[in-house]
């Protein structure tokens, strides 16, 4: 048992030792969405607070499979060693416990009472114990709060004072609640007041306009982030509840937030965060122009779209810097469902890290689990992966410290950084798109694994001729040709449309990226303009990822 009065007082220290985060300090991070139930097993130290747990979690099933808070400290070198340095853990407060038409609140997200934990995922000490263990590691912890809606099962008279109380102890006056309808998906006014759910299992919508309501949830908020010394919050359910309690909300929360705005408009979820009602909000539109720009065999697919919406972000948000970049969440397909080739959706990965914003990996993203076009299958437990250490979560690592390091060097060219430039596109086709942001230039395609005789030409990369570059991705040199122009061969076997990020020889040395790669001498022969890899050294389609994980770490 891991927590003892020793903890304790550990606790209270670090309470003092850290500060709550804003969004400047955000903006350089990399989270993790976890499940609290699906991502780490019950094991010895963090033993199971249901009973029974599964022999095998069957995500269909949709029950607790027995992952807790403490069971996440199990696993925090598993994430740190993939570079992450932020987790966003599902709901922690108090959910209805009973089985419904829709089975159990495993997810956390039927939240019936914000005054108290989820005794599914532990106690408050073992909240505070896996904060207190992020913190000591520089890791922040991100809580999603679930407020806009209270499940019931009294469906024909939930809204009399009798049932309400049945439901939750917190909202026991019917004018707690806006009258029952259901949502009208296209209207924004609906979304806000009407009720989620049906009439299986309504969702009754709370009432955030009730000056009762605003004042026990301003001072909730604001206790709890104390009280657990919490750094940042996800918001659920974002564009379900006006603008106007936002705004007083998260200031009486104090730290970053970001709200779910499910919605593909970048005028409208940008709004979000340009009238201050939050700091800032999961970037859907930018999930569904990457969607759509790296799926398999895309039959839209089209790099100068992506390039505008690329360009979209960066016009659109006040604070593009802090927008949450995803490939998949808890309510939508897993990208490896949509998209099978790990070419592709290696592009889109380097997509999500590189461009403006802060990445956010779902959990199994780095284990490529493939099995979920949506709720639940998106949810399967990660142990059977046996939190293994392979292509995808090296690359993972990998664009961390590309990220990491980029950042904290302050690497500039012509006189602006990776972190305050804007992505700008210099090249692109329909099938391939180059970005220059900062001291790198980062190149996506949507060509898949498939070599092809063909190649992707950059007239100007801003560096002169016979510059020596690097691919901090692979590790592998290359040198640019007459004006500085690079050209990018998709011929080469095992390589086909892989991405790219260059930087110049002097400045990855800067970065201490490939230093070694350059000390043992794995670089190409001066190659002209031409931007084969150096020698033919790796078969396979993860040749580069090898050579990457050999030279780097
Ligand atoms: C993963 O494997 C690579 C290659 O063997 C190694 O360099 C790296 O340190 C490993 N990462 C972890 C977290 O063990
Ligand atoms: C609720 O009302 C509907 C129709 O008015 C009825 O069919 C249903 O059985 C009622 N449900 C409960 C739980 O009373
Ligand atoms: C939108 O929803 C609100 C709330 O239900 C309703 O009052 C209004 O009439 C709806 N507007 C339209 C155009 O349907
Ligand atoms: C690609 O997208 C751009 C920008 O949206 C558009 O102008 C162009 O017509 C598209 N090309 C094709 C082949 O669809
Ligand atoms: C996508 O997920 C569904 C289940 O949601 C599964 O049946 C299907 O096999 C998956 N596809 C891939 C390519 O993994
Ligand atoms: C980036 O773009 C924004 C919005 O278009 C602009 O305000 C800002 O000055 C640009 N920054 C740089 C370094 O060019
Ligand atoms: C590649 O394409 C070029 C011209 O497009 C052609 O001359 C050459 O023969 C092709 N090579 C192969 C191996 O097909
Ligand atoms: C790149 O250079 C080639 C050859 O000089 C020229 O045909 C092409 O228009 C240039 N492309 C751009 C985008 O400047
Ligand atoms: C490669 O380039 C370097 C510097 O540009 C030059 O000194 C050297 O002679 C070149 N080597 C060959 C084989 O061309």
Known sequence: MRFTAAALLAVAASLHSVNAANADEWRSRSIYQLLTDRFAPPSADAPARTNPVPETCDPVA????????????????????????????????????????????????????VTKL??????????????????????????????????????????????????????????????????DYSNQTSCEYC????????????????????????????????????DGLRLDAGKHIPGQFW??????????????????????????????????????????????????????????????AVGQALSSYNNPRVIGNFLENHDMARFRNITADPVLAYNAMV?????????????GQEQDLANGHDDPYNRAALWPTNYENGTTYQRIARLNLIRKQLITSGLQFNGKSYMDDNSTAIGVTQNDIAFRKGP?????????????????????????????????????????????????SYAQPGYGGLPYIFATAGDAKALGICVKAT???????????????????????????????????
């Open 440 to 488: 790198i230039i980062y190149t996506l395609n949507n060509r898949g694994s498939p070599e092809e005789n063909t190649s992707f030409g950059i007239n100007a990369t801003g560096w002169p001729s016979q510059t020596a570059l690097i691919d901090l991705l692979s590790c592998q040199q290359y040198i640019t040709g007459a004006g500085g122009s690079l050209s990018i």
């Open 195 to 230: 009720w989620f759910g049906d009439a299986n299992l309504p969702l009754m919508d709370v009432n955030t306009e009730n000056p009762y309501v605003i004042s026990t949830l301003n001072s909730f908020i604001k206790d709890f982030v104390t009280k657990y010394n919490i």
């Open 519 to 553: 000390q043992v001498g794995v670089l190409a022969p001066n190659s002209t303009s031409a931007a084969l890899p150096s020698s033919p050294m790796s078969v396979g389609l993860m040749g580069a990822a090898a050579l990457l994980t050999a030279s780097l770490f």
């Open 118 to 183: 989820n005794a599914r995922f532990g106690s408050e000490e073992d909240l505070v114990t896996l904060i207190t263990e992020l913190h000591k590691r520089n890791m922040y912890i991100m809580i999603d709060i679930a407020i806009n809606s209270i499940p019931t099962l009294n469906q024909n008279d939930s809204l009399s004072s009798e049932s309400l109380a049945a439901d939750n102890s917190m909202w026991t006056d019917p004018a707690y609640f806006h009258k029952q309808c259901w949502i």
């Open 247 to 308: 705004s007083g909300f998260t200031q009486s929360a104090g730290v970053f937030t970001t709200g779910e705005v499910y919605d593909g408009s970048w005028q409208f979820t940008s709004s979000y965060q340009n009238q201050g009602w939050m700091d800032s909000v999961l970037g859907f539109p930018m999930n569904g122009a990457i969607s759509k720009a790296f799926s398999i065999k895309p039959k839209n697919s089209n790099m100068t779209d992506f390039g505008v």
């Open 351 to 363: 997509a999500q890290f590189m461009i403006e914003g802060i990445p956010v990996t779902y959990y």
């Open 62 to 113: 949709q029950t607790w499979c027995g992952g807790t808070w403490l069971s996440i400290i199990d696993k925090l070198d598993y994430l740190q060693g993939m570079g992450i340095d932020a987790i966003w853990i599902s709901p922690v407060h108090q959910n209805i416990d009973v089985h419904t038409p829709y089975n159990y609140a495993y997810h956390g997200y039927w939240v019936n009472d």
